[in-house]
């Protein structure tokens, strides 16, 4: 492309470097394309024809975020290519739990200076993550902002739009006292509770790079570790179970998100020996000092999703889960709520 603009270079914004960061990153945009997508990359706007064919009443669910203080490690560590996979996990793990099939993304990448390459990396890992969730990268934005981000940082956002049948929306009005519930577990911190991680550890220090056996690898690795996705698996369970909801669990905690999915008669009663607690939260929780109650209202403390079936239906869904590359267990029961807190944890 011949655009170019010596005097917006010289204050800081290398329109070039935009055009090469495209270039680089087309190969991992075209992995993630399917029949719905109209539009390649470069236009206005992204074009997608949903799938409504055979559905009584489409409805269309959308969910935005971003990736928050965990991104600090990402800088920390140089590596750029899996907080991507962060970003299209908290959209699209909030979209499904409505029952919906995540459809397209887009992303917005703000950064004091465009490293093509390092840009690249970044799409890269969200890429990925629409590929493990089955939904295309249509669009997307990076805005180089020299003095408003330091050179060497940058800030990660996305949008996820996804597509229900009204009449398979999940409905936690119909569950009942004697449903379980079941637990999807995390990969560790996930995206939530980051600015407590970075209170508790020195990060800029010795902490980043201390080897842990009970982990495997080194602390830093492990808290950059991707958020599980769990689109695929949940819709797999949702086609030959009754799922009357689905709770993600992300900041808040057990505390917050459980309830979410519940009406307000039921409560999940937890008993803390089933919660296998991923040992990351336990080197945080020993390290900090930090009170049980704040950390399962803080963390995920090892269950990634939480989702409600009929007791029934228990082994059933934990073998479709299973088959579908999904490890689960039985984290719970609903009962009645009797004036207390959503979540009874004993």
Do not use: W
């Amino acid at each position: 492309m011949s655009s170019q603009s010596e005097s917006y270079k010289q204050a800081g914004v290398d329109i070039t470097a935009g055009y090469k960061a495209v270039d680089l990153m087309k190969p991992h945009i075209a992995r993630t394309m399917n029949a719905g997508v109209l539009s390649g990359i470069g236009g206005f706007g992204g074009l997608f024809a949903p799938p409504i064919a055979g559905m009584q009443e489409p409805v269309l669910v959308s969910g935005t975020d971003g990736v928050g203080t965990k991104l600090k490690l990402a800088f920390l560590l140089d590596k750029h290519d899996t907080v991507g996979i962060d970003c299209v996990a908290m959209s699209v793990n909030d979209v499904v739990c409505s029952g919906a099939q995540p459809l397209f993304f887009l992303d917005y990448i703000a950064c004091g200076k465009n490293i093509p390459e390092r840009i690249a990396d970044i799409v890269k890992g969200i890429a990925e993550g629409c590929v493990q969730s089955g939904c295309a990268l249509i669009g997307g934005e990076t805005a180089e902002m020299p003095g408003f981000y330091p050179v060497d940082e940058y800030d990660l956002a996305g949008f996820c739009v996804g597509l229900v049948d009204r009449p398979r929306i999940l409905d936690q009005e119909t569950m009942q006292a004697g449903d379980v519930l079941l637990a999807m577990p995390s990969t560790g911190v996930h995206s939530n509770g980051f600015s407590l991680v970075r209170k508790v550890f020195d990060l800029e220090g010795k902490d980043l790079h201390l080897y842990c056996d009970e982990l495997g690898m080194e602390l830093g690795e492990a808290l950059l570790t991707p958020t599980a996705i769990y689109v695929k698996p949940l819709l797999a369970l949702m086609e030959q179970v009754q799922v009357r909801s689905a709770a993600h669990i992300t900041g808040g905690g057990f505390y917050e998100n459980i309830p979410r999915a519940l009406p307000k008669h039921l409560a999940a009663k937890i008993e803390k020996a089933a919660v296998r607690i991923h040992p990351l939260f336990e080197r945080i929780q020993r390290s900090g000092n930090i009170p049980e109650r704040d950390m399962f209202n803080t963390y995920n403390m090892g269950v990634g999703m939480a989702v409600t079936v009929p007791g029934a239906q228990a082994d059933l869904a934990l073998s479709i889960l299973k088959a579908a590359g999904q490890d689960a267990y039985l984290l719970g029961e609903i009962v009645p709520r009797d004036g207390g807190e959503g979540v009874v944890l004993c």
